[in-house]
């Protein structure tokens, strides 16, 4: 059945702060990541992707780093502001599932001002 | 959210009655989406469509109908709702399958007595 109540993994940082937010991704074989971002009642929404081909990849603030040797993926955003609160998802895809999403749970990132 | 809307935002029925869910997006995009998120699970795909009248089964496809007669529209049907079927649902568009981001709607609240 359902988890009701399950609490997401949360991270909570000062403003201003670097905020550094993990994920481990399932499939060895997936060479398309994404990060979204969901605030509290809206659709989850793109914040920056990366292929397999690349380690790192910089957008506006935040920064993704894949290594692909652990199945590891990270978010890095950098002066962490009060509109950075949500939760972020990471999402993987890859040739072996027909191109589908496979989504990590999330985490939850408060900013305390 | 990218020219997606959903209708209805909030709808509240009861066990045994059919709910039809529209999703509709003006950006031309080929692949329509739609996912449930519960506490718990994240993001699971309900049904996909690649094309007009193409559509193919996700990971938590029972009790779940969908039909894509223009592409413009995705519709999702619960033929007959159960409380197992509250829950937000969320529509999302692609350009192509798996290498391009999605982009999603505001979401839907289904709330089944």
């Known amino acids: 059945g359902e988890s009701v109540g399950l609490h997401l993994p949360t991270l909570s940082v000062q403003e201003g702060d670097n905020s550094i937010i993990n994920c481990a991704y399932s499939n060895s074989a997936s060479d398309y990541f994404i990060w979204y971002k969901q605030e509290s009642g809206k659709g989850p929404q793109f914040i920056i992707d990366?292929?397999?081909n690349m380690d790192k990849r910089q957008g506006q603030r935040v920064t993704v780093l894949l290594n692909k040797t652990v199945k590891h993926l990270s978010l890095q955003i950098a002066a962490t502001q009060p509109g950075d609160s949500a939760v972020y998802f990471c999402?993987?895809?890859?040739?072996?599932?027909?191109?589908?999403?496979?989504w990590g749970l999330g985490t939850s990132l408060a900013v305390n001002p | 959210d990218a020219g997606i809307t959903q209708s209805p935002r909030h709808k509240v029925t009861e066990t045994g009655t059919p709910v039809t869910l529209r999703c509709h997006q003006t950006?031309?995009?080929?692949?329509m989406y739609w996912y449930r998120q519960d506490p718990g699970h994240g993001l699971r795909l309900i049904h996909y469509?690649?094309?007009?009248?193409?559509?193919d089964k996700g990971e938590v496809s029972d009790g779940y109908s969908v039909s894509r007669s223009k592409t413009e529209d995705f519709l999702l049907t619960l033929e007959s709702a159960t409380s197992s079927q509250t829950s937000v649902y969320f529509c999302?568009?692609?350009?192509?399958?798996?290498?391009?981001?999605?982009?999603f709607g505001p979401g839907t609240r289904l709330t089944v007595l």
């Open positions: 950006e031309n995009h080929r692949y």
């Open positions: 990366i292929r397999s």
């Open positions: 999302a568009i692609s350009e192509i399958a798996g290498l391009d981001t999605q982009y």
């Open positions: 469509s690649y094309g007009v009248k193409d559509t």
């Open positions: 999402a993987e895809t890859g040739p072996g599932n027909n191109r589908k999403l496979i």
